[in-house]
Nanobody, 121 residues
Framework: QVQLVESGGGLVQPGGSLRLSCAAS????????MSWYRQAPGKGRELVARISFGGSTNYVDSVKGRFTISRDNAKNTVYLQMNTLKPEDTAHYYCNVVVQTSPSDRTVEVWGQGTLVTVSS
């Protein structure tokens, strides 16, 4: 079984910064893709950023140039550095990883519990 623990959310003023972290633990053989999603009130969940094991990244257009996703494979941790935050970035942010628990097992998708980011003056 794999668990994800997220941290770093909170209240920040427009233009401010936050850094989210998501640490995976448990039965882990390898972690493939690590991603951050978000869900704003009354809206569906959207992919914010994604990073492959080798470090290739993808971002939703609305955060390009402001957010940076990174990972520490030795710590099984993914980060999301969020700069120049806007009120429209307010949402619950969820970590998502695709993990293989043993060499013979198929990959599984695991979700974190979510952390709230509120951008408001």
């Amino acid at each position: 079984q794999v668990q994800l623990v997220e941290s770093g959310g909170g209240l920040v003023q427009p233009g401010g910064s936050l850094r989210l972290s998501c640490a995976a633990s448990g039965s882990i053989f390898s972690i493939n893709v690590m991603s951050w999603y978000r869900q704003a009130p009354g809206k569906g969940r959207e992919l914010v950023a994604r990073i492959s094991f080798g470090g290739s990244t993808n971002y939703v257009d609305s955060v390009k140039g402001r957010f940076t996703i990174s990972r520490d494979n030795a710590k099984n941790t993914v980060y999301l550095q969020m700069n120049t935050l806007k009120p429209e970035d307010t949402a619950h942010y969820y970590c998502n990883v695709v993990v293989q628990t043993s060499p013979s097992d198929r990959t599984v998708e695991v979700w974190g519990q979510g952390t709230l980011v509120t951008v408001s003056s």
